[in-house]
């Protein structure tokens, strides 16, 4: 296999050899002088422990910070591409165990500039967006709220708003408009709520909703909100404890009226929109179905392979979506309906919590875990849409009693940054948030000092955001943290000629016999991750 070729070894310093004890003694006072340096060196690039990376000493509230440079070591990691496994020695944070690093290179590029970050000793930043203008963040659990955060400020929220305190979070983003949704439930589980803001709204929502129905094993979260490109359209999910049915609701973004709803028995675990809102994809368990947000009638519906932590995508103009589970399965538009183009699946592999598709279809990607070995490794796979092959992968490897679980993945528009967020493991074996462009190198990550719970991309793939919590998901534990990277800018890539129309909302709904609503398996829950009712499921093997 083609490996990048080891680097050039450093030369050593060494005294010439001449006689006389004159010459001993200059050759002496010569290794003295290159000692100092190197120390001098050696210090520069591994300061203390300090500055920005850990937790601020305040007794409440959230801490915004710039960190200071100079703090990352080296990490290791292997990609695999259809030339080979390429090696490359990547930046990490401070926590790395120094008997954990190698001696090969570090990689030539940047993995992102830290501009800002914040964080909480009691909230965990269970949900991100970023829009042309701020960062939302999403806080759960003690001191649940919504903040907004300029992109080019410090960290300091423009405003913040909560109707509870306490509870759980969503939000979602417009990346065209000036528009985003807030979804909201209490402590207890039986209040839940969905609001309307800009950012100029300074902390007063622009409208609310509260559900009719609620569920408190099911607590609102980012996946089940939605904003559509254009800022037309938001639209949520919310289950009933009472009657066990699950609701889409549609709204107008501008006045927060209801354009339809759609009821139905099996579960709802999130929702994603079309650039203009007109379709909506929503996840059931194993089932993805399209559904016309006009009138709330399925346009078109498949079965993936496997429920629980399962999210699914769709992009820009409806045409290409994926779907995730024990495979990875990408639908394209052939003008009539949808018909599979990418069939992929590795043994013991789990699809479903982190993948995602550009905006423009060309892209496609999922973080797979191995559920096997208790998400002690795992892979980015890319895929190119309009040739249906892989572009290349990434594996990641790690030890310890912590699951590195994949949780979530964002694109920037014409798929050449794409970041994917997991748990971590016990020992930050990689990134809790990895940034790659569409030759799979890592352009960027994010070291959290817990485990990552959100991520998201810009339009132009220039700014990358995660939020976290302070310590694993699989320990129990307060606090955490939202920070944004900039990265280096990407090429624009070639566009790749294609035919395919784009899909409107008037397919038959006969296109395809809707699958049986039965998953095909039936995961088994993980040990809690934090202290709330909803952990991730951990899927069995077929």
């Known amino acids: 296999m083609k490996k990048k070729s080891n680097p050039q070894p450093r030369p050593a310093c060494l005294p010439a050899r001449e006689g006389g004890f004159f010459n001993l003694r200059v050759s002496i006072g010569l290794l003295t002088v290159v000692a100092g340096l190197l120390f001098v060196l050696f210090a520069t690039a591994n300061p203390s422990k300090g500055g920005g990376r850990g937790f ?27 030339n080979g496994v390429i090696t490359e020695n990547l930046l990490g944070s401070e926590r790395q165990d120094p008997t954990r690093a190698t001696s090969e290179r570090f990689v030539l590029g940047p993995l992102g500039n830290t501009l800002w970050q914040v964080d909480d000793l009691n909230a965990i930043a269970d949900g991100v967006a970023i829009d042309a203008n701020d960062v939302w963040g999403a806080w759960t659990l003690q001191g649940a709220r919504l903040s907004a955060y300029p992109i080019g400020g410090d960290g300091t929220p423009d405003f913040e708003f909560s109707s509870f305190g306490s509870g759980n979070s969503g939000v979602a983003s417009a990346k065209g408009a000036d528009r985003m949704a807030y979804m909201e439930s209490n402590a207890a589980g039986t209040d839940f709520r969905v609001h309307g803001f800009r950012s100029t709204s300074a902390g007063v929502p622009d409208w609310s909703f509260p559900f009719p129905v609620s569920d408190p094993n099911l607590p609102a979260s980012s996946k089940k909100v939605a904003v559509s ?32 709803s759609w009821t139905d028995p099996l579960r709802m675990d999130a929702v994603d929109l079309t650039d203009d809102g007109s379709i909506a994809l929503v996840t059931q368990d194993n089932l993805a179905v399209l559904v016309d947000t006009s009138n709330g009638n399925t346009l078109f519906s498949v079965a993936g392979s496997g429920a629980g932590n399962i999210f699914y995508r769709i992009s820009g103009d409806g045409s290409v979506f994926v779907t995730g589970g024990f495979n990875f399965d990408v639908y394209k538009y052939d003008g009539t309906t949808y018909q599979r183009v990418i069939h992929f699946t590795r043994p ?23 559920y096997a070995n208790n998400w002690l490794t795992g892979e980015v796979f890319l895929f190119d849409v309009a040739s249906a092959q892989m572009i290349g992968s990434y ?37 809790e948030v990895m940034v790659f462009n569409r030759n799979v190198d890592l352009i960027g990550a994010i070291n959290f000092p817990g485990s990552a719970f959100g991520v998201d991309v810009s339009t132009d793939g220039q700014y990358v955001v995660g939020g976290s919590k302070a310590v694993h998901a699989n320990q129990f534990g307060s606090g955490g943290r939202i920070e944004l990277i900039q990265l280096q800018p990407q090429p624009t890539p ?6 395919t129309p784009s899909p409107t909302v008037t397919p038959t709904a006969t296109a395809t016999t809707t699958p049986t609503a039965t998953p095909t398996t039936t995961p088994r829950a993980t040990p809690l991750p934090r202290p709330r009712p909803s952990p991730h499921p951990r899927p069995t093997p077929p």
């Open 348 to 370: 013991s592999s789990w699809f479903g919590g982190a993948a995602i598709v550009s905006r423009d279809g060309s892209t496609v990607g999922s973080f797979a875990g191995n």
């Open 395 to 431: 594996p990641v490897s790690g030890t310890g009693q912590y699951q590195g679980t994949p949780v979530g993945a964002e694109s920037n528009d014409n798929g050449t940054v794409m970041a994917f967020a997991s748990w971590g493991t016990e020992f930050h074996d990689w990134p």
């Open 494 to 499: 070639t566009p790749t000629p294609t035919t």
């Open 229 to 260: 490109y254009d800022g037309s359209t938001v639209a949520s999910v919310v289950s009933d404890s009472v009657t066990q049915n699950s609701t889409l609701y549609v709204f107008e973004a501008d006045t927060g009226a209801v354009r339809s």
């Open 56 to 82: 601020g000493a305040r007794s409440n509230g959230p801490t915004p910070s710039r960190p200071s440079s100079g703090q990352l070591t080296g990490r290791t990691f292997a990609r695999v591409t259809p």
